[in-house]
């Protein structure tokens, strides 16, 4: 297998998905009428309902929902299953499902007057499913940053290349927000500065780090060293011991180290390769709480000071370390062939029944949480359904915007997936920073291999970063306004934004993150059945034929209630007998998986009694609804 | 696309890659600044229209004053400040 399979593997399917399926049913079951006012132009207030060209709001889509899920889910689960399975999970998933997610959410927001999904399931299910649509918001985002801050955390003190690049980011975030809306500079100049300035900082990282054996060595190098005597100053803290102790049965773990010639990993400072027990030091504590620094201010600043121009100069750094990659995969199989081929084994065998005391991997339904955005994720259709549906100039722009949007993610998955398979060695974050290495090397030469590895951490560390900063500033609204009522205080935005961040280290500091992956990707893919569920109820109750949605609900509602129930059972038998705060972490999180089992329950089954009542021709039921 | 949309005219390629570029990069950057515009207008037309829906903050004579300078903005204040609206709302 080559990247160039892989490339017109996906181009193949993508094409007839799109072409042969995505359209019948926006032509026969949507039937979307280019003549149709949408709520853009019936309710244009030239701010949320705004009439916009099909092509900005493309690219405004794809930004929205292209975040760190569809790079971190399939090196995941390359990492666990092999390549083979999350290459076919990738293409039949975002064939069959992913698209139909996204799209639907948008076209159903734009029937309804574009009112969010929220809104939409109040009206048509039950009062009550709102309210457990948030509480999934709400849980989904705390266990989201979790994993994103779990990953960052571990990158950030084994990598001592990586650093400088996100100190960088922050710097030029700030003074883009300053240059761009105080000094009024002009947005190209301004753009050319902070992005060159933010690839240079992340690509010298690892400047001089290299013995004259080619092997790489942190405490060679002018930038790395330092961080390196940093991190052991701020360890010697506590005499050079551990604040707690970790597992991580996948070996995801940045921490971990790459296994040697005898394929066994070594034990490190931090990591027992006999028990698998990873230190958690306290220079990890240090750059945890660095990028909560970072997230506050994001959280808090207004976000033309801080967020946005953080977001922004992240987006060109991960357009050009893509771009070229993928430009490098595509030329790889023509000009360096070694680089091309894949490294990683096709399928990795998990046993199908459990084993007492240790975690349990079945490919069903592990497989389909793992990778979430990829294929299809419940965050997309909720964005869909707010951002993008208000600004749809024409029906008939759903399609290319919505679908088309996803089919670009999901190439962004496969990319991700190809770079992490053609390296072969290492742990998640840097088998893909790797593969964007090598990828790198065929557009830039041999020479760049090591600055195009940092390039790639970088890249990783951005796309992450930007989301979680948002996320925190999300989790602030949330919390501010729909708790806000019911507790006052946290109507205050610090308040909620300390509040969110130390329910969010709680998880971090006592669970390994693969299980909190896990267990995000089953509540990003329970919130996709609820919107697939949605759509489903609704296209019933507009007496039109419900199975393209229907199929694709009953399959991933089914499979994240099981995956959310085999996420409880491994916290259960692998870090619960730990005892201390680890095992009260692992129990904070299965609660978190109970409930959102319990919820999910309660919503599919309002969902089926609505969709009953609309089979038989039934009135919706908020009219039931208002005399409660 | 499975009809075409009506009066739309043909771009060019680098029209077209201009357009996504500016909708991945910059747009979401106009909406807020425009939304943070759009609040601090509808805040002054609130103070100073209350009236019109059941607010009265300034006495009518200086409402009255102002409403020339308000009138453009009247038809979509109403729209947003009215519309029903929930926590995910407030999210994005």
Partial sequence: ?628 | MSQDTPSTPKKSFFQNLKEIMYGMASHDMSRYALRTRASMEHLFILITMGDMIGIPILPPYYSLRLLPYVVPQISTWKRRLLREKDVSDAMF
């Fill in chain 1, 1 to 628: 297998m080559n990247t160039l399979i892989i490339v017109v593997l996906a181009t193949v399917v993508i094409y007839l998905a799109y072409n042969f399926y995505a359209r019948r049913i926006d032509r026969d079951i949507i039937r979307s009428d280019p003549k149709k006012a949408t709520p853009a132009k019936m309710y244009m207030d030239g701010v949320d309902f705004m009439p916009t060209s099909r092509n900005v709001l493309y690219g405004y889509h794809f930004k929205s929902i292209a975040a760190a899920g569809p790079i971190v889910g399939p090196i995941t689960a390359a990492n666990l299953w092999g390549w083979a399975p999350a290459l076919a999970w990738l293409l039949i998933g975002v064939s069959f499902i992913g698209w139909v997610s996204d799209y639907s959410a948008i076209m159903v927001a734009v029937r309804n007057d574009g009112n969010s999904l929220s809104a939409i399931s109040h009206k048509l299910i039950a009062p009550r499913t709102r309210t457990i649509l948030f509480s999934f918001i709400f849980f989904y985002l705390l266990l989201v940053a979790g994993a994103f801050m779990g990953i960052m955390s571990s990158l950030l003190a084994a990598r001592p290349d990586v650093p400088l690049g996100i100190i960088m980011l922050g710097v030029m975030g700030v003074l883009a927000g300053q240059m761009l809306y105080k000094w009024k500079m002009d947005l190209i100049v301004v753009t050319a500065i902070v992005v060159v300035v933010t690839i240079v900082a992340m690509v010298l990282g690892p400047l001089g780090a290299v013995t004259p054996e080619g092997k790489l060595d942190f405490t060679l190098g002018p930038i790395s060293s330092v961080v390196v005597g940093f991190n052991k100053a701020v360890d010697s803290l506590t005499g050079g011991n551990a604040v707690m102790v970790v597992t991580d049965p996948t070996n995801a773990d940045p921490r971990v180290p790459a296994p040697g010639a005898d394929g066994k990993r070594p034990t490190t400072a931090i990591y027992n390769a006999d028990t698998g027990e990873i230190k958690t030091m306290p220079s990890y504590l240090f750059w945890a709480l660095f990028l909560l620094a970072f997230s506050y201010l994001a959280a808090t600043l207004p976000i033309w000071r801080f967020a946005q121009p953080v977001n922004y100069i992240g987006f060109w750094i991960t357009l050009l370390t893509i771009g070229f990659s993928a430009i490098g995969a595509v030329l790889a199989p023509f000009i360096k062939p070694e680089v091309g081929a894949f490294a990683l084994e096709a399928f990795k065998a998990q046993p199908w029944l459990p084993e007492a005391g240790k975690a349990w991997q079945p490919l069903w339904p592990m497989l389909f949480v793992t990778i979430a955005c990829g294929s299809i994720s419940g965050w997309h259709a909720l964005i869909g359904s707010i951002g993008t549906a208000r600004q749809l100039e024409y029906e008939t722009d759903g399609l290319p915007v919505g679908g088309g949007a996803m089919f670009t993610e999901n190439t962004l998955a496969l990319l991700a997936l190809v770079a992490v398979s053609i390296a072969g060695t290492g742990g998640g974050a840097g088998r893909f920073a790797a593969g964007v290495g090598s990828l790198l090397t065929v557009v830039f030469g041999d020479g760049f291999k090591l600055f195009g590895t940092a390039l790639g951490f970088g890249a990783f560390m951005v796309i992450v970063l930007t989301v979680t900063q948002l996320i925190f500033r999300v989790m602030r609204v949330t919390l501010s306004e729909w708790v806000g009522e019911a507790v006052p205080v946290l109507k205050n935005m610090h308040v909620s934004t300390v509040t969110s961040m130390v329910l969010t280290m709680l998880l971090v500091l006592t669970g390994t993150w693969v299980y909190l992956w896990q267990l995000f990707g089953a509540a990003n893919q329970l919130m996709a059945a609820l919107s697939l569920l949605i759509v489903t109820v609704w296209l019933r109750e507009q007496k039109r034929n419900p199975s393209y949605a229907l199929y694709p609900t009953l399959f991933m509602y089914i499979t994240t209630l099981a995956a959310t129930l085999v996420t409880a059972r491994n916290l259960f038998v692998t870090i619960v007998p730990k005892g201390g705060a680890a095992a009260a972490g692992a129990w904070a999180m299965i609660v978190i998986a109970l409930l959102l089992f319990v919820t999910a329950l309660v919503i599919g089954w309002d969902g089926y009694q609505a969709y009953q009542r609309y089979a038989k021709g039934g009135p919706a039921k908020q009219a039931a609804a208002a005399a409660d």
